[in-house]
């Protein structure tokens, strides 16, 4: 995400605008030195932060344990830990509200929408009504039903623009009101989004929308407009619309956005407006609750993908480790990586066992670090003492991984994949199906690989002789089930990979 993004105040009592642009830090607290300061005594000194990460190329959110936390699209973050932001993203604190929007404030999130300034001078006499929320069980028994249907329906919506597609047509289907809109919150200039409309709002003019019901909206409280049951709405009145709702869609302690909706048709019967607006209320409740459920699952996948992203690049540091010992065998990790996962799919295994052999393969040299380079890099054959060097890696490798949880499901692969099906193998001498299956698997890799590759002291074996070697020992030094595989799978993408380093294992020094 390197296009230029700003935060705006979206609620709250100060007005905020900041762009963000570059490797740059944005402190938020009460601190002088922050970037964003609120004087809220609930906000931290150093509250939370947001920096540009080059790794992931995304501006993260970090709380800095403050005392009161940091929401997230309403769901409070863990302190410490940094989460991705996408465009669109609402950040709350105490007293204040910030979005994470493109610096073009007219560029949607991702779906249409357009922007209009209302007029926020209120009438003297305007008065509306703040509604009470009313419980399910005073509506009539067609509401109810069609509030379970809608309750039902959301369960399989699939992010938040889905949730107000539904919201939207559970108004217009299930209520004699026609026209509804999906609002942000208006900003302290009375700005407002519209995110999703139906009816005559779809293409309204500014002086449609009542200030005074979409204000008391954002703070969280619904709001309502009858003609003819005492209420003033001046600005209403001018376009004749005899009834009018806004009620909140709340995420966490505050209001995401507003659901408005109106109706110009005096044929309307009183009752059946009321208890249209109580319905419409009833659907905001149960809509707030599945879009609190999108944004927890959603917050659960960034966290997901960042500790999937910190353990990849350990992976990819402790590969380069190991290249760094051995230049003579670079990309060593990488190749074997790349066909173990490819032996782990031809063997019929699932994704998450393909993704295992695959990480398995990168990592298998780990303990390498612990041999000197004085052996792993001797030209020529070693002595039985440096040999006995070389077989420890294996076990230091599994030392080395064994405290890391999410290495775990690996380190029979690090540990046995020197072992051999006739049990003359080492560490530990483990004989056939005793061997860990990821053992038995990188085993054929690995040694595949190092036939194939260029050494200082030879040049690597033909392709067809490789596979010879797998093909005569199986049974003996391989598993047969796992030679037989490996002789079907399809190497181009390995042979280029091979290529792309061997004019560079060329030019290594002797």
Same mark, same amino acid.
């Given at each position: 995400?390197?296009?230029?993004?700003?935060?705006?105040?979206?609620?709250?009592?100060?007005?905020? #605008?900041?762009?963000?642009?570059?490797?740059?830090?944005?402190?938020?607290?009460?601190?002088?030195?922050?970037?964003?300061?609120?004087?809220?005594?609930?906000?931290?000194?150093?509250?939370?932060?947001?920096?540009?990460?080059?790794?992931?190329?995304?501006?993260?959110?970090?709380?800095?344990?403050?005392?009161?936390?940091?929401?997230?699209?309403?769901?409070?973050?863990?302190?410490?830990?940094?989460?991705?932001?996408?465009?669109?993203?609402?950040?709350?604190?105490?007293?204040?509200?910030?979005?994470?929007?493109?610096?073009?404030?007219?560029?949607?999130?991702?779906?249409?929408?357009?922007?209009?300034?209302?007029?926020?001078?209120?009438?003297?006499?305007?008065?509306?009504?703040?509604?009470?929320?009313?419980?399910?069980?005073?509506?009539?028994?067609?509401?109810?039903?069609?509030?379970?249907?809608?309750?039902?329906?959301?369960?399989?919506?699939?992010?938040?623009?889905?949730?107000?597609?539904?919201?939207?047509?559970?108004?217009?289907?299930?209520?004699?009101?026609?026209?509804?809109?999906?609002?942000?919150?208006?900003?302290?200039?009375?700005?407002?989004?519209?995110?999703?409309?139906?009816?005559?709002?779809?293409?309204?003019?500014?002086?449609?929308?009542?200030?005074?019901?979409?204000?008391?909206?954002?703070?969280?409280?619904?709001?309502?407009?009858?003609?003819?049951?005492?209420?003033?709405?001046?600005?209403?009145?001018?376009?004749?619309? #005899?009834?009018?709702?806004?009620?909140?869609?709340?995420?966490?302690?505050?209001?995401?956005?507003?659901?408005?909706?109106?109706?110009?048709?005096?044929?309307?019967?009183?009752?059946?407006?009321?208890?249209?607006?109580?319905?419409?209320?009833?659907?905001?409740?149960?809509?707030?609750?599945?879009?609190?459920?999108?944004?927890?699952?959603?917050?659960?996948?960034?966290?997901?993908?960042?500790?999937?992203?910190?353990?990849?690049?350990?992976?990819?540091?402790?590969?380069?480790?190991?290249?760094?010992?051995?230049?003579?065998?670079?990309?060593?990790?990488?190749?074997?990586?790349?066909?173990?996962?490819?032996?782990?799919?031809?063997?019929?295994?699932?994704?998450?066992?393909?993704?295992?052999?695959?990480?398995?393969?990168?990592?298998?040299?780990?303990?390498?670090?612990?041999?000197?380079?004085?052996?792993?890099?001797?030209?020529?054959?070693?002595?039985?003492?440096?040999?006995?060097?070389?077989?420890?890696?294996?076990?230091?490798?599994?030392?080395?991984?064994?405290?890391?949880?999410?290495?775990?499901?690996?380190?029979?692969?690090?540990?046995?994949?020197?072992?051999?099906?006739?049990?003359?193998?080492?560490?530990?001498?483990?004989?056939?199906?005793?061997?860990?299956?990821?053992?038995?698997?990188?085993?054929?890799?690995?040694?595949?690989?190092?036939?194939?590759?260029?050494?200082?002291?030879?040049?690597?074996?033909?392709?067809?002789?490789?596979?010879?070697?797998?093909?005569?020992?199986?049974?003996? #030094?391989?598993?047969?089930?796992?030679?037989?595989?490996?002789?079907?799978?399809?190497?181009?993408?390995?042979?280029?990979?091979?290529?792309?380093?061997?004019?560079?294992?060329? #030019?290594?020094?002797?």
């Amino acid at each position: 995400m390197n296009a230029p993004m700003q935060l705006v105040s979206i609620g709250g009592a100060q007005s905020v #605008q900041i762009m963000l642009e570059g490797p740059r830090q944005i402190l938020i607290g009460r601190s002088r030195d922050c970037d964003v300061i609120t004087d809220s005594p609930q906000t931290s000194r150093q509250h939370a932060q947001i920096n540009w990460q080059p790794t992931n190329e995304s501006w993260m959110l970090t709380d800095l344990g403050s005392r009161s936390g940091t929401q997230l699209n309403g769901e409070k973050i863990p302190s410490g830990l940094p989460c991705a932001l996408r465009p669109g993203d609402r950040i709350g604190l105490p007293d204040l509200m910030l979005q994470f929007r493109p610096k073009d404030a007219d560029q949607s999130f991702g779906h249409p929408s357009r922007r209009i300034q209302l007029d926020t001078i209120e009438s003297p006499g305007e008065l509306v009504e703040s509604t009470p929320e009313k419980l399910a069980a005073e509506l009539d028994r067609n509401r109810l039903a069609s509030l379970l249907d809608f309750s039902r329906s959301i369960h399989d919506a699939a992010d938040e623009q889905s949730v107000f597609k539904k919201v939207l047509h559970a108004v217009t289907t299930g209520s004699a009101f026609k026209d509804a809109a999906v609002i942000s919150s208006p900003d302290e200039t009375g700005q407002i989004e519209i995110l999703l409309a139906a009816g005559e709002l779809m293409a309204a003019a500014p002086d449609r929308f009542s200030f005074t019901l979409l204000n008391m909206a954002a703070r969280g409280k619904p709001a309502r407009f009858i003609e003819s049951g005492g209420s003033i709405a001046e600005s209403l009145s001018r376009f004749q619309v #005899q009834a009018a709702v806004a009620t909140p869609f709340i995420l966490g302690n505050a209001t995401a956005s507003v659901l408005y909706v109106d109706s110009v048709d005096p044929a309307i019967p009183q009752d059946t407006v009321e208890g249209d607006i109580d319905f419409i209320i009833g659907l905001s409740q149960l809509a707030s609750i599945a879009l609190a459920n999108l944004s927890r699952a959603d917050l659960e996948r960034r966290f997901a993908e960042a500790r999937s992203s910190m353990f990849e690049g350990t992976v990819r540091a402790l590969a380069s480790a190991i290249d760094a010992k051995d230049p003579y065998t670079r990309g060593h990790s990488d190749r074997v990586a790349l066909l173990s996962s490819q032996l782990a799919r031809a063997l019929g295994h699932p994704e998450s066992t393909i993704e295992a052999a695959r990480v398995c393969g990168q990592v298998h040299d780990v303990g390498k670090i612990g041999v000197p380079e004085s052996v792993l890099t001797k030209p020529g054959g070693l002595s039985d003492e440096e040999f006995d060097l070389i077989k420890q890696h294996p076990d230091i490798g599994y030392r080395i991984l064994s405290d890391i949880p999410a290495m775990q499901k690996l380190l029979g692969g690090v540990r046995h994949h020197h072992e051999r099906w006739d049990g003359r193998g080492y560490p530990d001498g483990l004989v056939g199906e005793d061997i860990p299956e990821l053992g038995r698997l990188v085993a054929v890799v690995d040694a595949f690989d190092a036939m194939r590759s260029a050494r200082a002291y030879r040049s690597g074996m033909k392709p067809e002789h490789a596979l010879e070697e797998i093909r005569k020992s199986s049974g003996s #030094q391989f598993d047969p089930e796992m030679a037989e595989a490996f002789l079907k799978i399809n190497l181009d993408a390995y042979n280029r990979m091979l290529e792309d380093v061997s004019g560079e294992e060329n #030019q290594l020094p002797d």
